[in-house]
C-alpha cells in the first residue's frame, strides 16, 4: 500500500433517504461510502445521484457481494459491473471482505465465513488477484465478524496478513467486528492489533451491533442498526494509536436515524482522528 | 476430498436447508453450533427484505406476515443467482406468487407492476429526442414525419387481465384500502416511464395502444400516425406528439 487516501478523515456510508442532505453538506473533511452492488443499474435516479456527489466529496466504494473465499458462476459478470463503476467514479478507496456469499449458482446475500485454512487462503488470494486486475488497482479486505470458531490452521490476523503480502491488497480493519468477535469468540483485540502491520491499513470501520433474540447478550449481531456502543469507541482510539489516522467511516444499514444524528456520532470520530493527527505532528 | 469444497457444499446446504451432517467436522468443539442459526437467518431475511423492497404493493396487500411467509418460500426455492439484490424476484416471483396463492387471480398484476416499476426506475438512459430538438430540426427543414423514432429504453407497455393500477398506486404508496378488492377480469394496458428522474404511469386506450405499440418497435412518426388513423379517423398527430415530447417518451433512432 502506498500512501494512504482520505487520511485523518471520516466518512459516513451514505443511504439513499439521506442523498439530499448530502449533496447540500457544506463541510469538506466528510467522505462517502457507498455499497458498490446498489449501483449494479444501468441508469435512473441512484446513479444521478452519486455522479452529483462525486462532484463534491470523496467517495469510497465498499464491496459486499464478490465473494471473494468463493467465486461464483456470476462473478466474471460481478467483476464487469464494478470495473465500469470504478472506472467511471474513480472512487478514492474500493474495499471489499475476506469471506464468501456464493456457491456455484447460489447468491446468499450474507458475509460467510472462512475457514481459516491454507486452502482457503489459497482461494481467498485468488479472488482477491481477479477482482484487483479486473479494475486495475489495489483493494482493502475487511475482517469478518465472528459468531463461532470453525477449524483453522491460522489466527485470523496471519490469514488476512498473507492476503496482503500475496495479493498487494491492504486492509479494512473493522472494529466493530472485532469486538462482536471478541464477545461471541474470544478473539483477543489487543493481541489482533499488535499483529496487524500498520502501513498496510487502508481504512478502519465502526458500526453499532444488536443483540440476537434468541441468544440475547451471548450471540452479538453485526447488525449496523443501532449506534456505535462506547466499546466500540475506545477500541476505535486503540485501533488508531495503532494505526495512525487512517479514514474512519461510519456503518449504519438498519434503523437508519436522521442524517444529523450520523453526522454526530461521525463527527465523533473526526474528532478522534484529529487527535490523533495533532499528536503525529 | 476436498475439505474446502466439503465446507461450501454443507454451509450451502445448511443455509438452504436448515441441516448438514457434515457442518459439525468443520466446527471447533467449544463453538456453540446452534449459533449457526444466525448465517441461515440472515440469509433468509436479506433476501425477504428484497423482495418486500422490491415488490411493495404486494407487500402492502398480503400484509407483513403473510408475505414474509410466501416470501420464505420462495427464497427457499429460487435464492438469488445474482450478486445483487436489486431486481430479485424479476425471474418468475409473479408466477410464483400466481401459483401460490390461487384465490387472488388478480395478485400476479401488482406484483407486474411493481417489477416494471422498478425496472423503469434503474433503466438506462436515453437520449431524449426533446422540443428543443425538434424546434432546431424544423429550422433545418427536417421532414419530422419521416424520422425515426422510438420509445425511451425506460418505457413499458404492460398488459395486465385485471384492471389494478389505481389501487396498485394506492398500495404502492403504503395506503390502506379501505375496503376488498373487487375486479372484473378485463385486460388493461398501462404505460410505465421515467420522465425526469420520476417513474410515471397512465393507463392506455386502445389508440394509445396502437401508436405506442408502433413507436416501441421503432418506425417514423407517419407510420404511427397510419396505424393510429385506423382506429381513429380524426386522429391529429400534432397534439399528440406534443404530449409525447412534454413526457420526454421519445429518443431518436439512429
Known sequence: ?281 | MNPLADYFNGFSNYLKLGSDDTLADFLETESDARFMSIYRNGFFKSCQSALKANFPSVLNLLGDEYFSQIARVYVQNYPPKKSTLIGYGEDNFTEFLSETITDLPYLKNFALLDLYWLKSLNSKESTVWDSESVTQMASENVDLSQVPVSLVASSYIVTTDYPVLSTWALLKQGDGLTKHIKLAQEEESILIWRCSGEVRVRVLDKLDLVLLQSLATGTKLETATLNALEIDKNFDISEYFSELLQNRLLTLQV
Open chain 1, 1 to 281: 500500500m502506498n500512501a494512504t487516501p482520505l487520511k485523518g478523515l471520516a466518512g459516513i456510508n451514505l443511504k439513499p433517504q439521506h442523498y439530499d442532505e448530502a449533496l447540500n453538506l457544506t463541510d469538506p473533511t466528510y467522505w462517502f461510502e457507498v455499497h458498490t452492488e446498489n449501483y449494479f443499474v444501468e441508469g435512473g435516479p441512484r446513479l444521478d445521484y452519486l455522479r452529483k456527489l462525486s462532484q463534491r466529496f470523496p467517495l469510497s466504494f465498499h464491496g459486499v457481494g464478490a465473494s471473494l473465499g468463493n467465486t461464483s458462476d456470476f462473478f466474471p459478470e460481478h467483476l464487469n459491473q464494478v470495473s465500469q463503476l470504478v472506472k467511471e467514479f474513480n472512487p478514492a478507496l474500493v474495499s471489499e471482505h475476506a469471506t464468501w456469499s456464493a456457491h456455484q449458482e447460489a447468491y446468499f446475500a450474507d458475509l460467510l465465513p472462512l475457514p481459516k485454512t491454507k486452502l482457503a487462503l489459497d482461494q481467498l488470494c485468488d479472488g482477491i488477484d481477479r477482482y484487483q486486475n479486473a479494475i486495475g488497482r489495489s483493494i482493502l479486505i475487511e475482517n469478518p465478524s465472528n459468531y463461532l470458531d470453525f477449524t483453522s490452521e491460522l489466527d485470523e490476523p496471519d490469514f488476512l496478513m498473507e492476503a496482503v503480502n500475496r495479493t498487494g491488497c491492504g486492509l479494512l480493519v473493522d472494529v466493530n467486528n472485532l469486538y462482536i468477535s471478541h464477545r461471541n469468540c474470544g478473539l483477543d483485540i489487543i493481541n489482533y492489533l499488535s499483529n496487524i502491520d500498520a502501513k498496510v491499513v487502508g481504512e478502519v470501520h465502526i458500526a453499532g451491533f444488536s443483540y440476537d433474540e434468541k441468544f440475547t447478550d451471548s450471540l452479538l449481531i453485526d447488525s449496523h442498526g443501532a449506534p456505535v456502543d462506547n466499546e466500540v469507541w475506545r477500541y476505535l482510539a486503540l485501533a488508531l494509536e495503532s494505526f495512525g489516522a487512517v479514514p474512519v467511516l461510519l456503518e449504519r444499514d438498519d434503523n437508519i436515524p436522521s442524517f444529523a444524528d450520523l453526522r454526530a456520532e461521525r463527527d465523533i470520530a473526526q474528532t478522534l482522528l484529529n487527535s490523533i493527527s495533532s499528536e503525529v505532528i
